[in-house]
């Protein structure tokens, strides 16, 4: 299954709910139920997914949405409410959501929505997304380093970025990598044994890479990480470890080497 296809419903109409999400899975989407918040936050922050569905009052789609908004900026989040007006539509989508559906949408017309909401990820995340680079003054033809024994990422521009355990892990697999490329499947973080499961390591992986994305946005830097469809990620320009570097302050101390666990927890918040 696609992981690009997975999604959330939370949905509080029991028979509307299961109408619609039967729909979902006869369309090829996987897709997890819940009937409350709190099962919705407890499905999302233990296993990810690239979209949700809200199906709720307002006041908890918009509690819920800003909430997963703040996890995720690029997470497609679908409402479905009977909105009075343009004001609580207006509002619902300032709080996060990305459409607003009434309770009578068919289920092709809500797979339609994610599906928009799936090719948008897909722009995003295309090596067209390279052009960023130069709007942020980074060049992909340039070479990225990895400092300080793997614990800091500096730019072709000099800009540093202090990485987590997980994070210098990845990072230094693409280092060894003779094609820059390194598989979901392939990655093993710290404290992550084999019971853990092929699915929650791969979003494991995809949460982690979202991280570091928005942490290198908040500085500046367009990582020229690209995503393999249907495998794993690659890094789009030349990185090498740097023995001399040395950041100094906040950027030269490493992370503690918390388990994979709080990490994902690190992730969402």
Not at 87 to 115: H, K, M, N, W
Not at 148 to 153: E, F, I, P, V
Not at 232 to 253: P, Q, S, T, V
Request: net charge negative; proline share 4%; glycine share 6%.
């Amino acid at each position: 299954m696609n992981n690009t296809l997975d999604v959330i419903f939370l949905g509080y109409d029991n028979a509307r709910h299961a109408r619609l999400a039967d729909a979902l899975s006869h369309l090829g989407f996987n897709v997890r139920h819940c009937h409350d918040l709190a099962k919705l936050y407890e499905r999302y922050f233990h296993a990810p997914s690239p979209l949700i569905v809200l199906e709720a009052p307002l006041p908890d789609i918009h509690n819920a949405a800003v909430r997963l908004r703040a996890a995720d900026r690029g997470l497609g989040i679908v409402a479905i409410s009977a909105f009075p007006d343009a004001e609580s539509r207006i509002r619902t989508l300032l709080c996060g959501a990305d459409a607003c559906l009434p309770p009578d949408v068919t289920g092709l017309e809500l797979a339609a929505a994610l599906q928009a909401l799936v090719r948008r990820a897909a722009v995003q995340e295309s090596p067209d997304a390279a052009s960023e680079a130069s709007l942020a003054g980074e060049s992909s033809q340039e070479t990225w380093r990895l400092a300080n024994k793997g614990w800091t990422l500096v730019s072709p521009g000099g800009r540093t970025l202090g990485l987590t355990t997980g994070e210098r892990d990845f990072l230094s697999r693409l280092v060894n990598s003779p094609d820059r490329k390194v598989s979901r499947e392939a990655f093993h973080a710290d404290g992550m044994d084999d019971a853990d499961s092929g699915i929650t390591r791969r979003r494991f992986v995809d949460v982690m890479i979202s991280r570091l994305r928005r942490k290198a946005a908040a500085k500046q830097m367009a990582l020229p990480i690209r995503a393999v469809h249907g495998w794993g990620y690659m890094f789009a320009a030349d990185i090498a470890f740097d023995l001399d570097f040395r950041a100094m302050g906040d950027e030269g101390r490493p992370d503690s080497q918390d388990d994979w666990r709080r990490e994902l927890a690190d992730a969402s918040s």
